[in-house]
């Protein structure tokens, strides 16, 4: 049996990052809502990443919900380094992206949330960020990508 942490199934998101010209994509699972008023989210993000560099520059982000039909970019977003590899580039060039809020969004991601961020938490090897939602919009109705499809899929044990 799964240790109890990996029994649910959780919304798999990417988060589109920036600071000035330097953009990064990065994929994340420690997710959730915090608070319904304000609406504000906590997001998880793993030390030593492209992504925790430029967020915490920045103070804000994008959280997009992916859908079913992108996990064959969970690979390139997660496995990958933002400081080895121009993930942007890559699937601008494959027409993917789209703006949003001065960020960089999949064209059909299931939904897109600007997160403003107001406080910060080291634990362990990531440091949570909580911010507000402020903006969002869904965009696309398909199923949303989850752990057990990248389990399904052999990305994750």
């Not at 109890?4 to 919304?11: E, F, G, I, S, V």
């Not at 496995?79 to 999949?106: A, V």
Request: overall charge positive.
């Amino acid at each position: 049996m799964r240790k109890p942490w990996n029994r649910p199934h959780l919304p798999v998101y990417s988060v589109s990052s920036h600071y000035g010209n330097d953009y990064n994509m990065h994929i994340c699972t420690y997710v959730t809502a915090v608070s319904m008023e304000p609406k504000m989210m906590l997001t998880a993000l793993y030390h030593g990443t492209k992504t925790i560099d430029l967020v915490s520059k920045q103070k804000q982000f994008v959280l997009q919900l992916l859908n079913q039909h992108q996990v064959s970019y969970v690979r390139l977003l997660g496995k990958q380094s933002g400081f080895k590899r121009d993930k942007i580039k890559w699937l601008r060039d494959r027409d993917l992206l789209i703006p949003f809020n001065g960020y960089f969004i999949f064209r059909e991601c299931a939904a897109a949330m600007l997160i403003d961020v107001k406080d910060t938490i080291t634990s362990g090897d990531h440091t949570c960020f909580i911010g507000l939602v402020k903006q969002h919009q869904n965009i696309n109705p398909d199923d949303i990508l989850t752990t057990e499809q990248l389990r399904l899929h052999g990305i994750i044990r």
